[in-house]
């Protein structure tokens, strides 16, 4: 007998559960990042911290290992690090009309009770789909069993008091300042591709009312900005959109009394891409138990037909620098992960690429700092072969990073003259951050099995490599 009193949701675990042996048998699926126990995943959702979990949700199809049948996944954490599967939260409820679960946010009543606001996509009939609503579901006391609320939809297109965005409305993502609780969902019209603000009307968080385009830009080419999300650090904001490419980030400030948002800079926020697509995307965000705001995404862009697609990316501190742009550091719960440890003294290298023989592998956290010199390029080989033909390049040239294949604009500023390279390499996942944050890179790789060799390079001339450490990585698995 299942153990799952919703038939729904003990259909949809024992699709997953009957997929897990494929999954496992791929090498080249992450060890120390969070996914399902097998099948599709996409955007992280209701991310939150509660009572000394973080709960994240995720966009999950059970009945295959490609997208579709949209429920969320549910898993919780006590460090961000380790995690810990649940039962999936929500299913699309046909009896309801409902053919997916879209994304959202994880929030509390006044009475403490957890729930859930999300898109709800209706069945088409004749071909025809009705708009999306913003749907709740409410939590037992254990954050285990859902219920969709009696009182759906939380909001319609018909009712909400904003423009007449078409179907396509989605994504919501709460917000809170100066006292006030706001909601920002993704929405376009005409030509415009907006950010809708709501503001809750009362602490049941069912009652909303329309406010104004928070953000508007015109829609051109691009679809929509799904998945905005909107944060406050320090006295600046900054939000996220994914706008069917690299995520986009705009920083400035936010007049809670005229509601206005006035960008001040903007850029891509992970410029990683690989298989047509980029490699992180859907993002959302939670505040850790120091409040630090926490940000996380889709990895996406795995081979297909492996009983398993979709990770999380690992958690990332995020934080404004001076000059307006983000800075996206990986959190220090991670270092729980360490294991054996290389560590190189300085030395130099001139024109040539040195293999590193203490230490090699496929999981693995590397931290090299190298100062260029006179070399016209510097960098890190991973996942090489046993014979030096294939390998994974991180390579700089003063004025372009390039990670794999992709080619990105940067250039050490004028009080930095090291080259900081903090990667970690899991299967074939690479997530990069560069000079403590200021550009973080998410890239998908694809190497043989038994390449697994790491490379200091420095070519066209000397360079100095001040400090190389290598830890092989702990499965949280
Ligand atoms: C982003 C997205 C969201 C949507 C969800 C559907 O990846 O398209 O806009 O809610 O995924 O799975």
Redesign the pocket.
């Known amino acids: 007998m299942s153990t799952y009193a919703n038939p729904s949701i003990a259909q949809a675990m024992a699709s997953v559960a009957a997929a897990t042996a494929k999954a496992a048998a791929d090498p080249t699926r992450p060890v120390y990042h969070f996914r399902p126990p097998a099948q599709w995943m996409?955007?992280p959702n209701g991310t939150i911290y509660h009572n000394g979990y973080y709960h994240v949700f995720y966009?999950h199809n059970p009945y295959g290992d490609d997208?579709g049948h949209?429920h969320w996944g549910h898993t919780r954490s006590r460090d961000l690090v380790h995690w810990e599967h649940l039962p999936i939260a929500l299913w699309p409820s046909y009896e309801l009309g409902e053919e997916?679960c879209?994304?959202?946010c994880a929030w509390l009543t006044e009475q403490g009770q957890p729930l859930l606001i999300?898109?709800e996509?209706p069945l088409k009939s004749n071909d025809q789909r009705l708009p999306n609503e913003q749907w709740a579901a409410l939590g037992d006391a254990d954050w285990i069993t859902w219920q969709k609320h009696p009182d759906n939809p939380v909001l319609s297109l018909k009712t909400h008091g904003g423009p007449a965005f078409r179907g396509e409305w989605?994504?919501p993502f709460i917000f809170t300042e100066a006292g006030r609780t706001f909601m920002v969902i993704?929405g376009d019209y005409e030509e415009v591709a907006a950010v809708a603000l709501y503001e809750a009307e009362d602490a049941s968080m069912l009652h909303w009312r329309y406010c104004n385009l928070l953000y508007q830009e015109p829609r051109m080419g691009k679809v929509?900005l799904?998945?905005p999300n909107f944060v406050k650090l320090g006295e600046k904001w900054l939000l996220i959109t994914?706008p069917y490419r690299n995520l986009e980030y705009i920083s400035g400030t936010f007049d809670v009394t005229s509601l206005t948002f006035h960008p001040e800079q903007r850029g891509v926020l992970d410029p990683g891409f690989s298989n047509g697509v980029p490699n992180f995307?859907?993002s959302n965000i939670l505040f850790d138990e120091q409040h630090q705001p926490i940000l996380l995404g889709?990895v996406?862009g795995f081979p297909k037909d492996r009983g398993w697609n979709g990770c999380l990316s690992l958690p990332r501190v995020l934080s404004l620098g001076a000059d307006g742009h983000p800075r996206q550091q990986p959190i220090a719960a991670l270092q729980t992960l360490r294991g054996h440890h290389t560590q190189v003294a300085g030395f130099t290298l001139d024109n040539h690429r040195q293999r590193v023989e203490q230490s090699q592998g496929d999981a693995l956290e590397i931290i090299a700092q190298i100062t260029p010199g006179n070399a016209q390029t510097v960098g890190l080989r991973v996942r090489c072969s046993a014979d030096d033909e294939q390998a994974v390049a991180i390579t700089f040239d003063g004025q372009t990073l390039r990670v794999a294949d992709v080619a990105i604009p940067f250039t050490l500023n004028e009080q930095e003259t090291t080259l900081k390279l903090h990667l970690f390499l899991d299967k074939s996942v690479l997530e990069l951050f560069v000079n403590d944050g200021r550009k973080t890179v998410t890239q998908l790789i694809d190497a043989a099995t038994d390449a697994l060799g790491v490379e200091v390079v420095a070519l066209g001339g000397a360079a100095q490599v001040e400090a190389l450490d290598i830890w092989e990585m702990k499965s949280i698995w």
Do not use: I, K, L
């Open positions: 996409n955007d966009q997208w949209m997916h879209f994304s959202g999300y898109t996509v989605r994504d993704g929509f799904e998945c994914a995307y859907a889709w996406r």
